[in-house]
C-alpha cells in the first residue's frame, strides 16, 4: 500500500512540475505533449490568418472574392418569409400574396418544384400514396381530407415552411415564392378531384362531352 502511495505522489509531482498550476502564467510556450513528429499534418496544418496574405494568388490576398455565377442562398433564409404565411392579425392566410403573379407559368414552376420534393411521399395526386410508402412510411395525409382542403394557404405555406409531424421543414430547399407555387399546384390537385360538369364554361369542350 506505501508503494501505491508513492507511485501516486510521484504522478502528481511530476505532472505539476511538467505542466504547472491551472491559472499561471508562462513567459514559455507549454509543453507540447503530442509532438508533430508524432502526429504529422494533423495537429498543426498549414492555414491563412483572417485578411491575410497569400504569396500564391497573384492579388497577393488569401481571401478569394465570390466565384462567378456563384448562387444566393439569402431568399432561404429571409426572415420576412419565416411568417409570410401570416395576415396582419396573425391569423394564417387565406389566399396567395398580392405581388405574385397566379398563372399558367407560376403553376407550372409548382407542378415541377411539388414533383421534386412533395410526391415522393403524398403521391403524384396528392393522395398520400407516394413511393416512400412501399418502403415503411407511416401514413402520410391525403390533400383531399376536407381538413387539408378548407386550410387557408398561409397554414400550408407555414408547415412547408417549418414542417409538421414525420415532415421536415422544407425552407432550405424552397426558395418562399417556391413554397407558393407548390401550394397553388396543390389547390389544382384539390380542385381537379372536385370538378363537376358545371366547371366547364368553354361551349366547344360542352359539346364533345355532351353538357347541355
Known sequence: MRNVYLVTLFIVVLVVSLLGFRGTNFTKPPLDVFPEWAFPGMKYQPKYAYQGTSEFFADGRADRPIPAHTVS?????????????????????????????????????????????????????????G????????????????????????????????????????????????????????RALQRAQMGTAADVTDAAARTSLGIQ
Request: charged share 25%.
Open 73 to 129: 442562398r439569402e431568399p432561404l433564409r429571409n426572415d420576412d418569409a419565416r411568417d409570410a404565411g401570416r395576415a396582419s392579425d396573425g391569423e394564417f392566410l387565406r389566399g396567395f400574396p398580392a405581388n405574385l403573379t397566379l398563372d399558367e407559368a407560376f403553376l407550372s414552376r409548382g407542378h415541377q418544384q411539388y414533383q421534386i420534393y412533395c410526391a415522393p411521399c403524398h403521391g403524384a395526386l396528392g393522395d398520400g400514396n
Open 131 to 186: 413511393i416512400t410508402k412501399q418502403y415503411g412510411m407511416g401514413a402520410t395525409p391525403s390533400y383531399h381530407d376536407d381538413r387539408l382542403r378548407n386550410a387557408p394557404e398561409g397554414e400550408l405555406f407555414n408547415v412547408i415552411t417549418h414542417g409538421k409531424g414525420n415532415m421536415l421543414p422544407y425552407s432550405d430547399k424552397l426558395a418562399p415564392e417556391d413554397r407558393w407555387a407548390v401550394i397553388l399546384y396543390v
